[in-house]
């Protein structure tokens, strides 16, 4: 893999990077750390816009369900064209839990958990996989996550999907309970990550945090400096993927890895 960053900016890359936002705004924001305009790449289903070096963005859609199904979508035209991707990044703007990560800072996502997926019962929520069925946590590569939060200032932690905006106190304070580690909220990352681990292709969540998770107070949002911050995030991950190879099961830059450095 070979990434390049000029002046801050992503240039060249041999591998494949899907970066996979919510709404087209948040697309160009990511768009803007490329020097170039990037060009258009129809496929079933989905529209890419595509920069050299291998990095294809795309507007996946608001919500899980849409994020999962154009996510996978792409993962599946770029297999069938003999162009599999290496790694997906599920990105845009989400809510943080005060007063750990403030508005206009830097999530990624350790953990990508279903906030909502499971069932109510007279005792409380149950997980899916309390109840049998599959996942409800996806985990990006640990020295990866290390390595963006190292180079982007992103704080490491657990971001929660889910398909409703919390919007109350009391909702903010049961996921928190629920989910201790959790800083950010949004509304796409476990769909997008469902749709990765199908392709059995790694992936990564990077949210910039553009209102506190909490009571609904739209004029409060700060949507303009959350995409400066994911515009300038992305043109600082561009050595953090220099170095990284998924191909190598050893990763020398994870502390974790016993093979490592
Ligand atoms: O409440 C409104 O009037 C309102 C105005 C603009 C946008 C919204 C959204 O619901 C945007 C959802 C969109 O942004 C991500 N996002 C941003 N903050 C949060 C959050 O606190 N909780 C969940 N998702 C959030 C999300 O990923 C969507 O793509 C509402």
Redesign the pocket.
């Known amino acids: 893999m070979v990434v390049q960053a000029e002046e801050g900016r992503l240039t060249t890359s041999s591998a494949r990077i899907l970066v996979a936002t919510?709404?087209p705004v948040e697309r160009d924001a990511v768009a803007s750390a490329f020097p170039e305009p990037g060009a258009e790449a129809s496929r079933p289903g989905v529209l890419l816009r595509r920069f050299p070096g291998g990095w294809d963005l795309l507007a996946a859609g608001?919500g899980p369900a849409l994020a999962a199904a154009s996510t996978a979508s792409a993962l599946t035209a770029a297999a069938l064209d003999g162009a599999p991707y290496d790694l997906v990044v599920s990105t845009?703007?989400?809510?943080g839990f005060a007063p750990d990560a403030p508005v206009g800072s830097l999530v990624v996502a350790d953990e990508i958990t279903a906030a909502d997926l499971g069932a109510e019962t007279a005792d409380g929520f149950l997980p899916v996989t309390d109840l049998g069925f599959g996942t409800v946590t996806h985990r990006p590569p640990a020295g990866l996550v290390r390595r963006v939060a190292d180079a982007t200032g992103a704080r490491p932690g657990t971001v929660l999907t889910?398909s409703t905006?919390?919007g109350t106190a009391g909702r903010a304070a049961l996921l928190r309970a629920r989910h201790p580690r959790a800083l950010a909220?949004?509304?796409?990352g476990f769909g997008v990550a469902e749709a990765a681990a199908a392709h059995a292709v790694p992936v990564l969540e990077l949210r910039a945090v553009?209102?506190p998770?909490g009571p609904?107070d739209?004029a409060a949002?700060r949507i303009g400096d959350a995409l400066a911050a994911l515009t300038d995030a992305f043109g600082k991950l561009a050595p953090v993927l220099t170095s990284w190879n998924h191909h190598d099961p050893h990763d020398p830059h994870d502390p974790d890895d016993p093979h490592g450095l």
């Open positions: 919510a709404v608001v845009g703007i989400g809510g889910g905006v919390t909220e949004a509304m796409e553009s209102n998770v609904r739209r949002w």
